[in-house]
């Protein structure tokens, strides 16, 4: 397409309304009717008609756009704007991490966010008075608030670095508890005493670390257990671990206090407040059935199955002690103490009694499905039963089946008129912990459930060395007094040796029942 050069009139108009425009290449004059002053403008074409609406229009358009005002050299500062944010945007990404450099750089981008929504740019105007989309002012706009944006986004996870670290320098390394030895026990709570294990730590391996008990001896860290849950609490003794990392600014946690089942299993008394009359009624019932009234049997595993546990009163192997009020006790069972029962057997758990499988075929009536228990109970008609299970059930049954095995073992003795009494089981909080307390809560539940006596003597073990076991975690220690390993004495011995204290609580409980049930004093 050719443009020319035409003149027309800012004002007035011809007589045929039109403007006649020639010429290719130099410039074409067109002059108006009217004789006004001309202008030159250039045209396209070999020739063109404007009417006159159409130049009065752009008159009228273009004289409204003279008068807004339009700096000069509008372009080139626009594209010196752009070119400046630009420039600290680039910056900006490049030193993120340096404290000093990122708060200038983030009280620009405000300021500059300010200034931007405030309209201080003007648009570029086009010829038509409105602003262009693709004027430098309009771009420089756009782009300048496209970068601060960008820039806000770079710094907020610096930003949040440094509010963490609160001193104007990167987040340090995060603090780690690395593993001095193999297997170093990671516990439930800050302490060797209250806290089982969750795991262990092989060495040099390490944990993240997120705080530290009061006292500073314990770390807290993150911990996921083998079926790969979190652990809620998570603890390692600070002098079995050295540390890597910034650990200077740890928190101070507060003490998480003993798991919920520790405390349940402490709000038991270690003896029991009978329940004389239901007890009675037992005790009456059993009569009825020809029970003896003198007699008692044991029920248990390799702690019940041993001359360490009762049979001493029975062979003058004793010396109460500070207990001698207990002597009429020992005479009203005489004869029992030493009693070898079918049913307190090594190896044995609360399922076995309940099983014929068991049972000596010699003794009792296995062909027609006489179980242990039962046997035992035909053969002695005992009017108590002590009963302690845990070890061996803890290996061999679930909770559920251990409550149920349980249960048998308490209704079979009440059918037949015996006055069941359960015993919890002391455990060592290195092995087994978690599961141990939830099968001594299922013998208070079942106490509970059935008004019977409880000695628990688990809270009771709680203060003998090691729990009042032997390095195997499962056996009890001797007081290893005397002569005779077997012998029973109550002169300090009950609060060292677990079978001196078990036997203590076990002869006191007898104690309860001759006075309250079986034998009362007259009123």
Same mark, same amino acid.
């Given at each position: 397409?050719?443009?020319?050069?035409?003149?027309?009139?800012?004002?007035?108009?011809?007589?045929?309304?039109?403007?006649?425009?020639?010429?290719?290449?130099?410039?074409?004059?067109?002059?108006?009717?009217?004789?006004?002053?001309?202008?030159?403008?250039?045209?396209?074409?070999?020739?063109?008609?404007?009417?006159?609406?159409?130049?009065?229009?752009?008159?009228?358009?273009?004289?409204?756009?003279?008068?807004?005002?339009? &700096?000069?050299?509008?372009?080139?500062?626009?594209?010196?704007?752009?070119?400046?944010?630009?420039?600290?945007?680039?910056?900006?990404?490049?030193?993120?991490?340096?404290?000093?450099?990122?708060?200038?750089?983030?009280?620009?981008?405000?300021?500059?966010?300010?200034?931007?929504?405030?309209?201080?740019?003007?648009?570029?105007?086009?010829?038509?008075?409105?602003?262009?989309?693709?004027?430098?002012?309009?771009?420089?706009?756009?782009?300048?608030?496209?970068?601060?944006?960008?820039?806000?986004?770079?710094?907020?996870?610096?930003?949040?670095?440094?509010?963490?670290?609160?001193?104007?320098?990167?987040?340090?390394?995060?603090?780690?508890?690395?593993?001095?030895?193999?297997?170093?026990?990671?516990?439930?709570?800050?302490?060797?005493?209250?806290?089982?294990?969750?795991?262990?730590?092989?060495?040099?391996?390490?944990?993240?670390?997120?705080?530290?008990?009061?006292?500073?001896?314990?770390?807290?860290?993150?911990?996921?257990?083998?079926?790969?849950? &979190?652990?809620?609490?998570?603890?390692?003794?600070?002098?079995?671990?050295?540390?890597?990392?910034?650990?200077?600014?740890?928190?101070?946690?507060?003490?998480?206090?003993?798991?919920?089942?520790?405390?349940?299993?402490?709000?038991? &008394?270690?003896?029991?407040?009978?329940?004389?009359?239901?007890?009675?009624?037992?005790?009456?019932?059993?009569?009825?059935?020809?029970?003896?009234?003198?007699?008692?049997?044991?029920?248990?595993?390799?702690?019940?199955?041993?001359?360490?546990?009762?049979?001493?009163?029975?062979?003058?192997?004793?010396?109460?002690?500070?207990?001698?009020?207990?002597?009429?006790?020992?005479?009203?069972?005489?004869?029992?103490?030493?009693?070898?029962?079918?049913?307190?057997?090594?190896?044995?758990?609360?399922?076995?009694?309940?099983?014929?499988?068991?049972?000596?075929?010699?003794?009792?009536?296995?062909?027609?499905?006489?179980?242990?228990?039962?046997?035992?109970?035909?053969?002695?008609?005992?009017?108590?039963?002590?009963?302690?299970?845990?070890?061996?059930?803890?290996?061999?049954?679930?909770?559920?089946?251990?409550?149920?095995?349980?249960?048998?073992?308490?209704?079979?003795?009440?059918?037949?008129?015996?006055?069941?009494?359960?015993?919890?089981?002391?455990?060592?909080?290195?092995?087994?912990?978690?599961?141990?307390?939830?099968?001594?809560?299922?013998?208070?539940?079942?106490?509970?459930?059935?008004?019977?006596?409880?000695?628990?003597?688990?809270?009771?073990?709680?203060?003998?060395?090691?729990?009042?076991?032997?390095?195997?975690?499962?056996?009890?220690?001797?007081?290893?007094?005397?002569?005779? &390993?077997?012998?029973?004495?109550?002169?300090?011995?009950?609060?060292?040796?677990?079978?001196?204290?078990?036997?203590?609580?076990?002869?006191?409980?007898?104690?309860?029942?001759?006075?309250?049930?079986?034998?009362?004093?007259?009123?």
């Amino acid at each position: 397409m050719r443009q020319g050069w035409g003149i027309f009139s800012g004002v007035g108009g011809s007589t045929n309304g039109r403007v006649s425009v020639k010429g290719s290449k130099g410039p074409s004059v067109a002059r108006s009717d009217t004789g006004g002053a001309a202008k030159l403008m250039p045209l396209s074409g070999s020739a063109a008609i404007v009417p006159r609406s159409a130049v009065k229009s752009s008159s009228l358009k273009l004289s409204k756009a003279r008068e807004k005002p339009f &700096p000069e050299g509008a372009p080139r500062l626009a594209h010196m704007s752009l070119a400046v944010h630009l420039a600290v945007l680039a910056a900006g990404l490049l030193f993120v991490g340096s404290g000093n450099v990122l708060t200038a750089i983030m009280t620009w981008v405000v300021l500059d966010l300010v200034i931007l929504l405030r309209g201080t740019l003007q648009p570029e105007l086009g010829e038509d008075g409105a602003e262009g989309l693709h004027s430098p002012r309009y771009q420089a706009r756009g782009l300048s608030l496209l970068g601060a944006l960008l820039l806000l986004v770079g710094l907020l996870p610096a930003g949040v670095t440094l509010a963490q670290s609160g001193d104007g320098v990167p987040a340090p390394v995060r603090c780690e508890a690395v593993a001095r030895g193999n297997n170093v026990n990671v516990r439930n709570g800050p302490d060797t005493q209250e806290y089982f294990v969750l795991g262990v730590l092989p060495e040099g391996e390490a944990l993240p670390v997120v705080g530290m008990n009061q006292a500073g001896d314990w770390y807290a860290v993150s911990y996921t257990n083998q079926q790969g849950q &979190p652990e809620d609490q998570a603890w390692i003794a600070a002098d079995i671990v050295t540390t890597r990392g910034t650990c200077e600014r740890l928190p101070a946690l507060p003490d998480p206090g003993p798991p919920p089942a520790v405390a349940e299993l402490m709000n038991v &008394p270690v003896l029991p407040t009978l329940d004389a009359e239901n007890l009675r009624a037992i005790f009456e019932r059993g009569q009825a059935l020809g029970n003896d009234p003198r007699a008692f049997t044991k029920v248990g595993d390799c702690n019940t199955d041993t001359g360490y546990f009762l049979a001493a009163f029975d062979q003058d192997l004793y010396d109460l002690g500070p207990y001698d009020a207990l002597e009429p006790t020992i005479e009203y069972f005489q004869g029992w103490y030493e009693h070898v029962s079918l049913a307190g057997q090594v190896g044995y758990n609360a399922l076995t009694m309940l099983e014929n499988l068991w049972a000596d075929p010699k003794l009792c009536a296995v062909s027609e499905g006489e179980s242990v228990l039962a046997c035992e109970f035909r053969r002695t008609n005992p009017s108590v039963v002590v009963i302690m299970f845990g070890p061996n059930d803890m290996l061999n049954l679930s909770e559920a089946q251990f409550r149920e095995a349980l249960i048998g073992n308490v209704e079979l003795a009440l059918d037949e008129g015996i006055i069941p009494v359960l015993t919890t089981f002391t455990w060592h909080h290195d092995r087994m912990w978690q599961t141990s307390l939830a099968f001594n809560l299922i013998t208070v539940e079942v106490a509970e459930e059935y008004g019977i006596p409880l000695i628990n003597f688990w809270r009771a073990a709680q203060d003998l060395p090691n729990y009042g076991l032997v390095a195997d975690y499962t056996h009890l220690t001797e007081s290893g007094f005397g002569v005779n &390993p077997t012998q029973i004495v109550f002169r300090g011995q009950e609060t060292t040796s677990g079978y001196a204290l078990r036997n203590l609580l076990t002869l006191q409980v007898l104690d309860m029942l001759r006075r309250e049930v079986l034998a009362p004093d007259p009123a």
